[in-house]
């Protein structure tokens, strides 16, 4: 696991949002809360705040381990994918039929940028930091 101390902190009415000092954003979603556009909208204007035109790596996962979005909400997620820059998303459940469905979504609606399901947390930081590596090599080669 990663060591990191959190630089800004944020709270929706469906989520925490920390920007940590290790370059990746962690959304922790709260418990009992069904993600659909009307808790989407207000979450993406605050990753939007909070990163100010910068691109990061973000981690979803939720306090109880789950987390339910509408089809509302997968098809406004879809809709809205470049709603705010990402160099990736990883999402953490431990649930076998949560992590059945999310990769479901994540082969029939391809994002447009690198997605990934995980069972921990380590597993999805380390991810991260390769999509970061990745992102920043791509970036220096543009600028070269």
């Known amino acids: 696991m990663s060591s990191y101390i959190v630089i800004k902190k944020e ?3 469906s989520a925490y949002i920390s ?5 990746i954003i962690r959304v922790l979603f709260k418990r009992d ?3 659909e556009p009307s808790v989407l909208k207000p979450l993406f204007e605050k ?8 691109s990061y790596p973000f981690i979803y ?4 381990g789950s987390v339910l979005f509408t089809t509302e909400g997968n098809t ?3 809709q809205n994918q470049n709603a705010f820059p990402k160099t990736c998303s990883a999402f953490v459940t431990k649930s076998l039929p949560q992590r059945l ?3 479901f979504y994540l082969k029939i609606n391809k994002p447009s940028h690198p997605s990934k399901l995980f069972k921990n947390q380590d597993e999805a930081e380390e991810w991260c930091f390769q999509q970061s590596e990745i992102a920043n090599k ?5 600028v070269m």
Request: charged share 30%.
């Open 11 to 13: 709270e929706t009415e």
């Open 19 to 23: 920007m940590c000092s290790d370059g």
């Open 33 to 35: 809360k069904e993600i």
């Open 47 to 54: 990753f939007n705040e909070m990163v100010e035109g910068v």
């Open 61 to 64: 996962f939720a306090e109880d």
């Open 76 to 78: 406004y997620t879809k």
């Open 101 to 103: 469905i999310a990769n």
């Open 138 to 142: 791509k970036h220096q080669s543009n």
